[in-house]
C-alpha cells in the first residue's frame, strides 16, 4: 500500500526555518509527484509546494514563495521541505501526497490516504 510519512515539524519562533521529510514506504518515489499541503485549525487543507516527477519543475503558494523550498531525493525516497523566513501563519499540520499529474495537485486529490501529517508551529 503506497504510505507516505512527514516528519521534521516542530515549534520554531518567527524567522526561523524548518526542515520536513516526506518519505516514502513501500513503494518508489520514481513514478510520482509529490505535493505538500497544510491544514491551520478551522481552514481548509490548502496546497503548498509541488514538484515533478524528475524534480525538474516546482511550485508554490504565493504565501510561500522565496521562503519554501522543495526538493526531492528519489534514492533515499524523500521528498523535503525546506522552511525559511517562518510566519506565525504558517503554523498548521503539514501533509503530503503522492499525485501522477499537476492537475491532481491543484484538486488536492492523492493516491492513497493522507498521512497523520506533522505540526508546524511557529511562536515566540
Known amino acids: 500500500q503506497l504510505q507516505l510519512v512527514e516528519s521534521g515539524g516542530g515549534l520554531v519562533q518567527p524567522g526561523g526555518s524548518l526542515r520536513l521529510s516526506c518519505v516514502a514506504s513501500g513503494f518508489s518515489l520514481d513514478y510520482y509527484a509529490i505535493g505538500w499541503f497544510r491544514q491551520a485549525p478551522g481552514k481548509e487543507r490548502e496546497g503548498v509546494s509541488y514538484?515533478?516527477?524528475?524534480?525538474?519543475?516546482?511550485n508554490y503558494a504565493d504565501s510561500v514563495k522565496g521562503r519554501f523550498t522543495i526538493s526531492r531525493d528519489n534514492a533515499k525516497k524523500t521528498v523535503y521541505l525546506q522552511m525559511n523566513s517562518l510566519k506565525p501563519e504558517d503554523t498548521a499540520i503539514y501533509y503530503c501526497?503522492?499525485?501522477?499529474?499537476?492537475?491532481?495537485?491543484?484538486?488536492?486529490?492523492?493516491?492513497?490516504?493522507w498521512g497523520q501529517g506533522t505540526q508546524v508551529t511557529v511562536s515566540s
Open positions: 514538484i515533478d516527477i524528475s524534480g525538474g519543475s516546482t
Open positions: 501526497g503522492a499525485h501522477r499529474k499537476y492537475s491532481d495537485y491543484q484538486r488536492g486529490r492523492i493516491f492513497g490516504s
